[in-house]
DNA sequence: TTTCAATATTTCATTTATCAGATAAAATTG
DNA sequence: CAATTTTATCTGATAAATGAAATATTGAAA
């Protein structure tokens, strides 16, 4: 006989409710927001998704190095690396070498990138009064703690994974 | 004079609190949580992301339209076709016509893609344990019922933005 | 029925994202 | 101080996501 059938019996696992599973939600609108972003915003000002996260950034926390840039919306640095090349070519933002550090360089906006920020945070107020319009300013104020807490926590799992292994 | 600069005072935009910002937050976690779905749960069954979404959303509903599995998480047509192609030619899923719409064909799991699936099922469960495990039940539970009334309005919104132009 | 618009799927061209080195400058250790 | 490790950045190959046609089929309207 080739295989038992009797072992083993493949009791199905009761599957994911995925309009309730937070996990899958919180994909779903992060990707939702991220294609709005390109498609409504960045595109239009001459930016992929990735130069307008820069622009944010460096805009928000000034002078930065460009890990700190790419650290902060958690993007990928050889991405963050071409983005800020690319901007840099085009007179959107400076970079200064650090004399403190040889291996680092500072990243600044020029006044032609303040404003592009302008107008990516003017955007970006309006998009958020848009996707927040209907819940009360009670929800938000819960679901952006509770945000804050699960990006700690996901930081957090980043960290253990890369420990035993990488 | 090349230039007048006393008109248009550029004056700046007061930048946004990015850790505090929701869409941003959303954005942040949302890719955090699909890289971590890639890197420990579908690569290590051989499975790429949109793949392994594919499989979930027949798991849990289904026969299905390809175009159903699609929308159920948001994703791309077209990829999503490929990724059905892929898991067919893998023996991981099946494809019927449909008798009553040609144009449509009904995907279905093979007994090795319901194994697959109770793999992803399992991983999942655990992640979302790990991911929510600070949070009480009651954050939990209000953080997924306005994740819900997001996701409806994001789909208004992109409902909205295709009527105008596309 | 013929024609036209809408739907489901596929394919292709292109852009983006991701990962794994490579390089170079600190920082640390013996 | 030499040797080693860590950190910051950059580069290139590869994989994945995206958007715009192309195709086939259905349903509706004239």
Chains 1, 2 share one sequence.
């Not at 294609?35 to 002078?63: C, F, P, S, Y």
């Not at 020029?110 to 404003?115: E, Y």
């Not at 926590?153 to 292994?165: K, Q, R, V």
Request: some cysteine; overall charge positive.
């Amino acid at each position: 006989m080739a295989k038992r059938k009797t072992k083993k019996a493949p009791r199905r696992e009761t599957p994911i409710d995925l309009d309730r599973h937070l996990p899958a939600q919180l994909m779903v609108l992060g990707g939702t927001i991220g294609r709005h972003a390109v498609r409504e915003g960045a595109r239009k000002l001459g930016l992929d998704l990735m130069e307008w996260r820069v622009i944010q950034v460096v805009g928000t926390q000034g002078r930065s190095t460009i890990n700190q840039v790419a650290d902060r919306l958690a993007m990928d640095r050889g991405g963050t690396s071409r983005a800020i090349a690319r901007l840099d070519e085009r007179g959107i933002l400076s970079r200064t070498a650090d004399a403190k550090d040889r291996r680092r360089s500072l990243v600044d906006l020029t006044p032609k990138g303040q404003a592009l920020h302008d107008d990516i945070v003017r955007f970006v107020r309006a998009y958020r009064e848009r996707l927040l319009r209907r819940l009360s300013a009670k929800d938000r104020d819960q679901l952006q703690r509770t945000m804050t807490n699960l990006i700690e926590e996901a930081g957090a799992m980043l960290a253990e994974c890369w420990s035993p292994e990488h």
